[in-house]
Structures are given as structure tokens and as C-alpha cells.
């Protein structure tokens, strides 16, 4: 049976000037198992030819930190782990964390995902994100670049004024920053799905989506979701696979060439106010 976690990404960031990061672990919960761990590079030959000046010797140093800490009091942790990622909270896990080690590492929002084993779900997320990512992604399509592309496309249609972009909305158990919302009576969120990626990436980019639209529906029962859909021209059976999926929890999908209807559903729902 599915279960429910919850992980974030450990970025080492060498110079906080430059902006510059490179992902170095991941740490994942899962309530309904009681589960809780980490996995963390130990490859630091691969982090030094991406950032040949920096101090490596950091990320050993925080994965140690790491063990040490849920080792000796897991439970103390446990039920606040993901509350926050804000220095603000000092007595939560990731809060402790990004405090001591501010100058160092950045940790990402936290993303859902479902999956029957913890355990391997932390094996596959820690490939998908860490150790497949040996040279830099300028030329993968990340998130910001699809964001920027479909708000360009809402721009061109005359519907982006009629946007809030990167809401925060809070589910029942998590809170998320959603790509675009906008309100008729009843809340409308728009997320991006990237399935420009391989078939696993694919799979737990859709089922991240699903969950985070069930978690917020538990709250907000009326809410309505669409997805933006980034993928090649063709779709494959994979990419049909994963709009059907999306489809059966409700969301619905819109491809890039497709946009052009969901500008005219905002137009109606909202009022063309141009």
C-alpha cells in the first residue's frame, strides 16, 4: 500500500555570492511508517571537479552531524521535522541544521511523494537527484526555465495579469508553493509537470503532483487543479500514461499546444480584465 512521505534535497552551496549549488543528499520521512533517514554523497572527488576550490570536507562533516543526530534523538525530531525550514523555528530538525551549517548548505522545499517502501524510495530518490547529477544541469529543462516559458505563453495569451504566481497553499498535512493560482469562488492552482525526463522521473514527478493535490483537497474540498504539461511533441506511452493518471485524480492536463484553452477558461472564470 502507498504511503505518504515527505523528502527534501541537501544542497552544498561553495559561495552563496555566486549562487552556485550542487546536491549532495536527501532526507526523507515517512509519518505513517515511522520512518526517517538520510543518504548522503560520500563521492567528494565528484563535488571538487564540479567546485575545485571548495571545502568538501563540509559535506563529511554534515553527514556525520546528521547521524549523530537522529541516532541519539530521532524521536526529539521526528513530529517537527518537516514542519519548517525556517531559521525562525529554532527547535526543529532541519531548522537546527540549516543553522548551523547557513553558510554552507541551502535545503529545498519539501516535495511529496507516495511510495510502498521508504527505504527504496530514498535509494531511488538519492540516484535520481544526487548521484546521477555528475556535471552541471545548465541544459537540462529545470523548473524556473519551464515556470518562465509557460508565464511567457500566459503573457502572449493576455491572462498573466489575471495570475498570482508562486502562492503558497497549505494542505492538511504540508504547505506548498504552487506555479499559478487564481480564484473564481473556488481556488484554481496550476502547476508545471515536466515530463521531459526520463520514464522513472516521469513517474514520481506525476505521482509528487497527485499527492500534493490530494493533501490540499483534504483542506480545500472545492479546489481545482491543472498541469501544465512539459514534454516532447509526440507524446509517448509513458507521457499518455501519466495525463491518464492525472485525469483520474481530477487534474487537468494541458499541454504546451493546448495553453491556449486554459488562457480562455481563466478568461471566462475570472473576467477578461485587459
Do not use: W
Not at 76 to 81: I, V
Not at 230 to 242: F, H, I, R
Request: net charge positive; aromatic share 10%; proline share 4%.
Amino acid at each position: 500500500m502507498n504511503s505518504k512521505c515527505k523528502y527534501v534535497i541537501v544542497r552544498f552551496v561553495p559561495d552563496f555570492v555566486k549562487g552556485e549549488f550542487v546536491n549532495v543528499g536527501i532526507v526523507l520521512e515517512c509519518r505513517e511508517r515511522r520512518f526517517v533517514d538520510f543518504h548522503f554523497s560520500s563521492d567528494l572527488a565528484r563535488i571538487s571537479r564540479i567546485f575545485p576550490n571548495a571545502n568538501v570536507d563540509i559535506v563529511r562533516g554534515i553527514a556525520k552531524d546528521l547521524r549523530k543526530r537522529l541516532g541519539r534523538s530521532g524521536e526529539e525530531y521526528y513530529a517537527d521535522l518537516f514542519r519548517s525550514s525556517s531559521t525562525q523555528e529554532a527547535d526543529t530538525f532541519l531548522a537546527k541544521l540549516l543553522h548551523d551549517y547557513s553558510n554552507h548548505i541551502e535545503i529545498s522545499q519539501p516535495k511529496a511523494s507516495l511510495c510502498d517502501d521508504p527505504e527504496e524510495e530514498l535509494k531511488k530518490l538519492f540516484q535520481m537527484y544526487v548521484t546521477s547529477k555528475t556535471k552541471p544541469e545548465e541544459k537540462a529543462p529545470t523548473h524556473q526555465r519551464i515556470v518562465r516559458e509557460f508565464k511567457r505563453q500566459f503573457q502572449e495569451e493576455k491572462v498573466l495579469t489575471l495570475l498570482m504566481e508562486q502562492e503558497r497553499v497549505s494542505g492538511k498535512g504540508y504547505e506548498y508553493i504552487v506555479d499559478f493560482a487564481y480564484r473564481n469562488g473556488i481556488p484554481n492552482y496550476i502547476e508545471t509537470l515536466n515530463l521531459a525526463v526520463s520514464d522513472d522521473h516521469k513517474k514520481n514527478n506525476t505521482l509528487r503532483l497527485i499527492a500534493e493535490s490530494l493533501d490540499i483537497r483534504r483542506k480545500h474540498k472545492k479546489a481545482q487543479f491543472s498541469a501544465l504539461i512539459y514534454a516532447s511533441e509526440d507524446m509517448g506511452p509513458e507521457e499518455k500514461k501519466a495525463v491518464k493518471s492525472l485525469q483520474d485524480f481530477e487534474i487537468n492536463p494541458y499541454p504546451k499546444d493546448k495553453l491556449g484553452l486554459l488562457a480562455k477558461k481563466i478568461k471566462k472564470d475570472v473576467g477578461d480584465k485587459i
